[in-house]
């Protein structure tokens, strides 16, 4: 793990940001690898397996040793469907939609013969297995399953795109343009190279904001972009601003969605740096811990003495917007959570590891 201090170095370049037309392909429909997902599909099949099973019925345990006969052929067909869709994503994606849906029911109707192939290996089928009526009921339960991910890979595109207009509109708020603005005229008779690299910083800045994102970025990118930011409020704040990073190369690869921590370090500076006289500590760290990396971003609180009054009244709407942000992107593998520890305010955002 490295230590740096930003007030000592300069960051990293920022990466090219990715082209428009790479950013808006197919949505990625048969995204079935997350364990949100894998969770969902077979809650949903287990419960209609088991309204199936109610059906001849007669007492509650002969209910329950009908689910149990079900589920042995129903759970490893709709594992084998949740596994073959996930290792055929790409190719699949490449496809149109009614092409889509067609590979799905076939898929599924193959997963419904596999269903009753198991049963009749286990030696609890009937002598004529209801084949017809297994694939038939595959592809009905396939082509529902496709549906609702394909509602999922849609919410993704106008959630995404909300998002990334929120964080562009709170990046370029005009006191934030102008006080850079201001900072660099006020630099260009006596340091002129700094001047420079300050308007450089902005360029860059906005002209990451302003391009097509992906859906995802790594945490490296994220960072540097992080940094840019910093570098341009350090020319405003001097001393007041002490940031500190503790970065873990491990971690670099990490997915997020694009523009995700500049607004997150934002709101650490205007609701911990900017309303203290004496200006406030930042740190950010990045740690991987086994299968999961870690991020913590820490700031100080105003003193006691800062009246209601001068402080910045937030709302909450950036980290609303970036928890579903993140759920969309990790569904329920990943851990979001703000609040003051231990006399900070700490935001900590827990993700799958590369």
């Known amino acids: 793990m490295q ?28 995204d079935a690898c997350q364990v949100g997902v894998v969770l969902r599909a077979v809650l949903f099949v287990e419960a209609v397996v088991g309204v199936g ?48 849906y067609a ?23 009937a002598d004529s297995p209801p084949w017809l009526a297994c694939a038939a009921s595959g592809a009905l339960l396939s082509a529902l399953l496709v549906t609702a991910l394909r509602l999922r890979a849609r919410a993704r595109t106008p959630a995404a795109t909300t998002a990334r207009l929120t964080e562009l509109q709170s990046r370029i708020r005009p006191h934030f343009l102008f006080n850079t603005l201001n900072s660099a005229i006020a630099l ?21 904001a302003l391009v097509e994102q992906g859906e995802s970025a790594t945490l490296s990118e994220e960072i540097a972009l992080a940094q840019r930011y910093l570098d341009i409020e350090q020319v405003r704040f001097g001393e007041r601003l002490r940031v500190q ?22 709101n650490a500076v205007k609701h911990g740096v900017e309303p203290s006289a004496n200006g406030g500590k930042l740190r950010i760290t990045t740690e991987r811990r086994a299968s999961r990396v870690v991020l913590t971003i820490t700031n100080t609180l105003p003193p ?29 593998d990943c851990d979001f959570s703000a609040g003051v520890h231990n006399g900070l305010y700490q935001v900590r955002i827990s993700l799958p590891a590369p």
Not at 247 to 258: E, F, K, N, V
């Open 103 to 125: 590979a799905g029911v076939l898929l599924g109707m193959l997963a419904g013969l596999y269903a009753c192939a198991m049963l009749v290996l286990a030696g609890t089928a």
């Open 245 to 266: 990073w503790v970065l873990d190369p491990r971690a670099d690869g990490a997915c997020l969605p694009p523009l995700l921590l500049q607004p997150l370090v934002e």
């Open 304 to 332: 006691e003495t800062v009246s209601a009054e001068q402080r910045p009244r937030g709302h909450g709407i950036a980290q609303a917007n970036v928890r579903d942000r993140l759920r969309l992107l990790h569904d329920v």
């Open 188 to 208: 260009v008779r006596d340091e002129p190279a700094k001047a420079e690299a300050l308007l450089e910083d902005l360029s860059d800045l906005f002209r990451h």
């Open 3 to 30: 230590e740096t201090q930003i007030l000592s170095t300069r960051p990293t370049p920022l990466p090219e940001p990715v082209p428009r037309g790479a950013a808006l392909g197919r949505a990625l429909v048969f």
């Open 53 to 100: 099973a109610l059906f001849g019925a007669g007492s509650p345990g002969e209910w329950l040793a009908r689910l149990a006969l079900l589920t042995a052929g129903a759970l490893p067909a709709t594992l084998a469907w949740l596994v073959t869709a996930c290792s055929l994503k790409k190719a699949l994606q490449r496809l149109k939609e009614p092409l889509q």
